[in-house]
């Protein structure tokens, strides 16, 4: 009886291991939202890691901080973040900076899980707005599609992804009506 147990655990460990291997090599998770703001009104607050964590959800935790060095904004600005297990801890430095459409970013993570993604965020004119894009992806390693079989990526860090989307466009059209005022 024991043996056939034992037979039945190897299999659906060996279950698992195959559905791992066969996740995607690479993770790749965007959203965007309309924000009714020009790409020059909105792009300050992607290029400068400062005014970003304003409304980043992921540097936003109370137990999350961050070293900055380098330029205020632009290539070669870095924030070095510390936080719980929840929030992890690891580096971004901005590496592309287009002004006013786009900001692309190293994100390397330490823990919880050790990986490195290239973020980027694009800000295409609109009419009577724009439209901004949140992109990440990055090489998933064995342990990475492991994970994926129980907490799904797309999911997780998509919602976080639209959370601070969404808080970008309050911030960006409150700014606006209040300048209008």
């Known amino acids: 009886m024991l043996e056939i147990i034992g037979a039945g655990v ?5 279950a698992i291991l195959i559905l791992a291997a ?3 090599d690479v993770c790749h998770i965007a959203r965007s939202i309309f924000v009714a703001a020009p790409p020059e009104r909105i792009f300050p607050l992607i290029d400068d890691l400062r005014a970003m964590n304003e409304w980043n959800p992921f540097a936003k935790q109370p137990s999350v901080r961050n070293v900055y060095s380098g330029p ?3 290539v070669g600005a870095v924030d070095e973040f510390e936080g719980d297990a929840s929030a992890g801890a ?3 430095e901005i590496v592309e900076s287009v002004e006013p459409t786009k900001v692309a970013l190293a994100l390397r993570m330490d823990r919880p899980m050790k990986c490195s993604n290239r973020v980027e965020f694009t800000i295409a004119p609109q009419k009577g707005g724009s439209l901004v894009t949140w992109d990440m992806k990055g090489r998933q390693p064995f342990i990475g599609k492991l994970f994926s079989l129980v907490m799904r990526p797309e999911k997780m860090v998509g919602g976080v992804f639209e959370q601070g989307l969404s808080d970008l466009k309050r911030l960006v059209e409150t700014a606006r009506e209040e300048a209008a005022q």
């Open 22 to 24: 066969r996740q995607p």
């Open 90 to 92: 690891g580096r971004v």
């Open 72 to 74: 205020e904004r632009g």
């Open 10 to 14: 190897a299999v659906i460990i060996a």
